[in-house]
């Protein structure tokens, strides 16, 4: 069960990584990741009564689970997702799920240090194939499906923002699952996790006449494009905590970012990079399933 929901919130963080590709090229970071958050905010609010209504015991309020998911939020969304669009913007989507499939190594170091989970070595194996498969899979410098050649300028702010979202990433999935284990409220936590991100974005958020005049004269389109990212991170948020509650912290944050998965076939089969289908990143694919196979059998 933990990895078919660690599967189902990867698909989601999947979609908002292509979806974002769109979306920067609409409407600047700077207002679309208020309309981000805003969405972050709205779609959990509007489906939590329902998932309180399915539930037998009552509800009830932890201060310590609010707190852990309210830090999860700024790590994880105010600057793990705020630095992955910066990464998409600068090196692309093929690169930047790239990156944001080596935050699992953050989230084993805090796992271990914050939530004193030691994995055996059939699982440090395993986590082991998955890594050297992603590696495998990604696009070659330079090539199409990197997307274009990048500036020595740009593959610096590229790695910086790269590395800021996965350490954010990481760190943030670590405190959501800390939440869920005394708190299991994997919508409401990400409804917390949204308003604290939130907040810190209003209050970083110097030039407010330039984020209004963006937002005025913002393409529609664009505006429905961070909308989209917005439903389908919250989806990928609430799946991920589920997926934490039936495995361990770092396995389950190893399957969410196995995003290559659904990165790259995209962009073969619709964005029509066909110099990504080659022997090596079918070698990779083969190797992240089969470990991600072999974890779910254990």
């Keep these: 069960m933990g990895v078919t929901l660690a599967l189902a919130s990867m698909v989601f963080f999947s979609a908002n990584i292509l979806i974002t590709r769109y979306a920067v090229a609409r409407l600047s970071v700077d207002a679309g990741f208020f309309v981000v958050l805003a969405a972050n905010i709205l779609f959990p609010a509007i489906i939590f009564p329902f998932e309180l209504a399915t539930r037998v015991a009552p509800w009830a309020w932890d201060w310590r689970g609010a707190g852990l998911f309210a830090l999860g939020g700024v790590f994880g969304t105010f600057l793990g997702r705020r630095f992955l669009f910066d990464t998409v913007r600068v090196l692309g989507p093929s690169r930047a799920s790239v990156f944001h499939s080596t935050a699992p190594a953050f989230a084993l170091l805090g796992a271990w240090l914050l939530a004193d989970e030691r994995l ?37 702010k590229g790695m910086l923002t790269g590395l800021l979202a996965v350490a954010g990433f990481g760190f943030g999935s670590v405190l959501r699952g800390l939440g869920m ?78 995003t290559p998965l659904v990165i790259f076939p995209v962009s073969v089969l619709i964005l029509k990079n066909r110099e990504e289908l080659t022997p090596r990143t079918l070698l990779g694919a083969v190797l992240v399933l089969s470990g991600i196979a072999l974890l779910a059998l254990r």
């Design 181 to 258: 284990r005394g708190w299991e409220e994997a919508v409401f936590g990400a409804l917390l996790g949204s308003v604290a991100a939130f907040a810190c974005q209003v209050a970083a958020t110097r030039d407010w006449r330039k984020i209004g005049a963006q937002l005025h004269g913002a393409d529609h389109i664009g505006v429905w494009l961070y909308v989209g990212c917005g439903v389908t991170t919250s989806l990928g948020a609430i799946f991920m905590a589920l997926a934490m509650k039936h495995m361990e912290i770092a396995l389950a944050v190893l399957v969410v970012h196995t």
């Design 120 to 156: 055996g070595l059939y699982e440090i194996s395993l986590m082991a194939v998955v890594w050297l498969g992603l590696w495998f899979a990604q696009p070659r410098a330079g090539s199409a499906a990197g997307g274009s050649r990048l500036t020595p300028a740009n593959a610096r």
